[in-house]
């Protein structure tokens, strides 16, 4: 199975303006998905932009008559306040610009696309679905007898009949299950496969050799 999962969802009800990436296509954490309908936000932020720039000049020269003391450090404070405001609800203003922004998580490759533009979203509503297939997580169920041969940190031989041509590849065993199935006799193993050049699509079956079948 693929080491990582992930459901990207929206953090805002919006409409999706623009869908950057399509279904089987890899994409790199931090990569643009898709764009949400973002005029209104984006207005709201030119606004505070000029308002910060008034509230800086006018801040720029209290502090000017303040030196000379022609203005009251009261009236400096007060400018100063109105400026840190501003500059406060730009950044409120930018969040509601970037959270429109919807971003990769993490790298993969996109295995489901959930909206298309025109589309509504809600809060919290999935946009995607990625997996991560760089690396493998491989699940084995083994009788009690092959504790004694299993290490935790050791590397073990795993193959894939649907992918003959990869040959055998080695698997790093990761866990092992410290609670036997009573009814079966089987213990979990879990083994990490670095798949960056094999190229194994997850969810075929695999083939664990252990130093006694070899």
Known sequence: MAWHRTTVSSPVEEIVAEVMVEEGEEVKKGDLLAQLASRKEELEVERLDQLIAKAQFVYDATKALHEEKIESKETLLEKKSDLDQA??????????????????????????????????????????????????????????????????????????????????????????????????GLFRARFELNNEEAKIRPGVRAKLTLPEES
């Open 87 to 184: 500059l406060n609800a730009r950044e409120v203003a930018l969040a509601d610009v970037n959270d429109r922004k919807i971003l990769a998580p993490v790298s993969g490759v996109v295995v489901y696309r959930l909206k298309d533009p025109g589309e509504a979203i809600e809060r919290v509503g999935p946009l995607f679905e990625i997996i991560d297939v760089q690396r493998l997580k491989l699940l084995f169920f083994l009788p009690v007898k092959r504790l004694a041969s299993l290490k935790e940190g050791e590397n073990y031989e795993v193959s894939f009949p649907e992918f003959a041509k990869a040959g055998s590849l080695q698997a790093k065993l990761i866990f092992i299950d410290p609670e036997v199935d009573p009814r079966s």
